[in-house]
């Protein structure tokens, strides 16, 4: 670690960072061992960076949601989010599973969330400007019927005002996903699929719950590919059990032999007392490949990709061609107006998350009673937008203009994150360029660091501080 004495000689907001302690300071510094890709910190601090925000009581919930829809919003792009929590087998890495599929339960689920897109048929806030994305996740959304996707897609269609150039994905997985199913998504306007495969060696997925076999997946991904009416893209995961560096490559090689339109290369998440950890605790399976394995995965899936000059969206995102846009995934990073639908879905619009009933009796009597289904709201903190921002653009941009974003929202960025971001940059994390912060290659693996303790410095130091826009640090 650097010294508190080097940090103060260095540092422009010498008065603030004097009254830090230690360890208060150096919570938000990269280790200094010549190594930033493999350990600049100890361990990755969360899946995604946020802020918490404040609750709001539980009696309000409701009318604070009314009041967003009923008055128009600012004109920018919105998505929306339709939830299936249904799986037909749990993954043993899956930390989203929620209830098993049955076939009897589904027709009710999909009559529900056509209720509540009936109740916000006529919001103002609903109509007043249209959708430019459509993402029904789960869970396992293609586990539904053709007849259940056909229902909920032509429902979307008709109650939300959708732009012309709608970007409409239905995730989920090959198995069970049958022809009947894909047209059935293609003739109700979807131009979008999002296909979990995770990893194409046949024993890697054998042992993680996964059902068909590597041949399989390629047979089913070309006939997608074939039809050529809406992009498909698909998620690989780096650093699982029995999965070698050599099964790495030859994944990511495999989905460039495809062709396909784009791809997400995604770190395992090892949730704490989920299935996985369990099973490796227990001996069941080997431990899951440690930080500095999976930083080396994650280098050569770049490195693989790059070669292919395919086009870089995000940290872990690519897309072949300008015909896969990732617009869904964009938009929420940033923040943008998102309406949520079915249990468990999350949402966001107006300065509030809202997050809905992921019980499913209850969210069947709420829905029946005509009432949105949130079970639990918070309010933005002042800044949140400013936050939003910035890990907006270090996710899709890879870099950030703080002197830009600063400008926006009336903060000298540059000065109030002058010590984090020296040394930073002096270990090979970033590079700042005319108030620009680029990530390093170590930086794009430890973004979601950078990007928390940017959050949590700019709540000690402003925030705490009392610091108000305008004034210097």
């Known amino acids: 670690m650097v010294s508190n004495v080097l940090f103060f000689a260095l540092s422009p907001c010498f008065g603030i960072i004097s009254e830090m302690t230690t360890k208060e300071l150096q919570r938000f510094l990269a280790n200094e061992n010549n190594d930033p890709l493999h350990a600049a910190f100890d361990k990755k601090v969360r899946v995604h960076p946020g802020v918490k925000g404040e609750p709001i009581d539980s009696q309000m919930i409701q009318r604070v949601w009314n009041d967003s829809l009923a008055r128009k919003g600012k004109k920018q792009k919105r998505i929306a989010y339709f939830h299936i929590p249904f799986c037909e087998t749990h993954c043993l890495f899956c930390g989203f599973y929620q209830y098993p599929y049955r076939i009897e339960e589904e027709k009710y689920y999909i009559d529900c969330i056509i209720k509540e897109l009936e109740m916000v048929a006529h919001a103002p806030f609903i109509k007043y400007h249209p959708f430019h994305a459509i993402y029904l996740g789960g869970g396992t959304p293609t586990a539904l019927s053709a007849k259940s996707l056909s229902r909920v897609l032509k429902a979307i269609y ?12 239905v995730e989920g997985r090959l198995y069970h996903f049958s022809d009947e199913k894909v047209i059935a998504c293609l003739e109700n306007g979807v131009n979008r699929f999002s296909i979990g495969i995770q990893s194409f060696d046949t024993l890697v997925r054998k042992k993680m719950g996964r059902i068909d076999p590597k041949e399989r997946l390629i047979e089913r991904l070309n006939y997608l590919h074939s039809l050529d009416q809406a992009v498909i893209v698909i998620d690989l995961i780096y650093g699982l059990p029995y999965q070698t560096m050599e099964i790495w490559e030859q994944d990511v090689t495999q989905y460039i032999k495809l062709g396909l339109d784009g791809v997400d290369l995604y770190q395992l998440n090892i949730y704490p007392g989920g299935r996985l950890e369990q099973a490796a605790k227990q001996g069941i399976i080997p431990p899951p490949a440690d930080v500095h394995k999976q930083a080396d995965m994650f280098a050569r899936g770049v490195e693989l990709l790059n070669q292919a000059r395919y086009n870089r969206l995000s940290i872990c995102h690519w897309g072949k061609t300008t015909r896969e846009r990732n617009i869904y995934n ?20 107006k300065g509030y998350f809202f997050y809905q009933d992921n019980k499913l009796r ?21 800044y949140s937008n400013l936050f939003r921002d910035i890990v907006g653009d270090m996710e899709s941009l890879r870099s950030c203009n703080l002197r830009g974003i600063g400008k926006l929202y009336g903060f000298d960025l540059e000065d109030i994150f002058s010590p984090l971001l020296q040394q930073w940059e002096r270990v090979g994390l970033i590079k700042m360029d005319s108030g620009w912060m680029e990530l390093t290659l170590a930086g794009e693996f430890w ?9 949590d410095y700019f709540a000690l130091v402003v925030k705490e501080k009392g610091i108000k826009p305008g004034e210097r640090a």
């Open 330 to 349: 964009i938009l929420a990073r940033k923040g943008r107006v998102c309406i949520p639908f079915g249990a468990g879905a999350g949402g966001w619009l």
């Open 158 to 169: 008709n109650t939300l005002p959708l732009a012309n150039d709608c970007e409409i994905t």
């Open 362 to 382: 209850s969210y069947y009597q709420r829905v029946e009673r005509g009432e949105k289904p949130i079970s639990m709201g918070m309010k933005w903190s002042d």
């Open 447 to 455: 973004q979601v660091n950078i990007c928390q303790a940017l959050i």
